[in-house]
Every structure is written in structure tokens, then in C-alpha cells.
């Protein structure tokens, strides 16, 4: 019954924004570092952004430092990734993911738990 499901994906044109969530179910996300990632045609999966759970640091990678930012609502159980102004280059599946010891010093490790993707395509 643990889940994780992302939602807001779309298609989306260079210079937009979307608002992605990501609703647990089955436990709660209070002590888990989340993180989101993304994974392009051809390409390997990477860390996009994660919030830790003890201090709540957050991190980005240099790709989308300053157009990304990240949030957790603890009391509604969810994390949410906001993306401003996008590029053809952000096009990929973007997979929500949890782990207790995730983000751990900024680390894209330890992921207990998956979400099944949203699609992102930037594209005029």
C-alpha cells in the first residue's frame, strides 16, 4: 500500500512553468529526504532536486539551479517540485522518490520508495 504518485506533467512551452506534485500514501514523509529525478530519451536517469528530512537542505543540480525550487508539506504529506522557465533540454520523465537516508548531505542515495513518473516535454 506505500505509494508515491507525481502529478502535473505536460506539455509545456520554452520559457513556461509547471508545478509537479507528489502525493505519498502508506507512510508518512516526515523523517524521509525526498528527491525528484528525471530520466531523458537516450539519457540516464539524474538527480534534479532533493530536501532532506533532518535539516531540510535543499539542492539542485547546476542544470536547473534557479529555475527549480523544491517543497515539502509535511502536514499534507507531499513534496512539490515548481519549474520556471523551462527549456527543450528539461524534456524527460520526472520520477518523485523517498528514502530515509536520501539527501543526506545532498546525496541522491538511498531511495526506499519510487513513484511511477509524469512525463515533461518542453516543446514549442
Known amino acids: 500500500q506505500v505509494q508515491l504518485v507525481e502529478s502535473g506533467g505536460g506539455l509545456v512551452q520554452p520559457g513556461g512553468s509547471l508545478r509537479l506534485s507528489c502525493a505519498a500514501s502508506g507512510f508518512t514523509l516526515d523523517y524521509y529526504g525526498i528527491g525528484w529525478f528525471r530520466q531523458a530519451p537516450g539519457k540516464e536517469r539524474e538527480g534534479v532536486s532533493c530536501?532532506?528530512?533532518?535539516?531540510?537542505?535543499?539542492y539542485y543540480a547546476d542544470s536547473v539551479k534557479g529555475r527549480f525550487t523544491i517543497s515539502r508539506d509535511n502536514a499534507k504529506n507531499t513534496v512539490a517540485l515548481q519549474m520556471n522557465s523551462l527549456k527543450p533540454e528539461d524534456t524527460a520523465v520526472y520520477y518523485c522518490a523517498a528514502g530515509a537516508l536520501l539527501c543526506y548531505r545532498g546525496a541522491y542515495y538511498g531511495v526506499d520508495y519510487w513513484g511511477k513518473g509524469t512525463p515533461v516535454t518542453v516543446s514549442s
Open positions: 530536501i532532506s528530512s533532518s535539516d531540510r537542505s535543499t
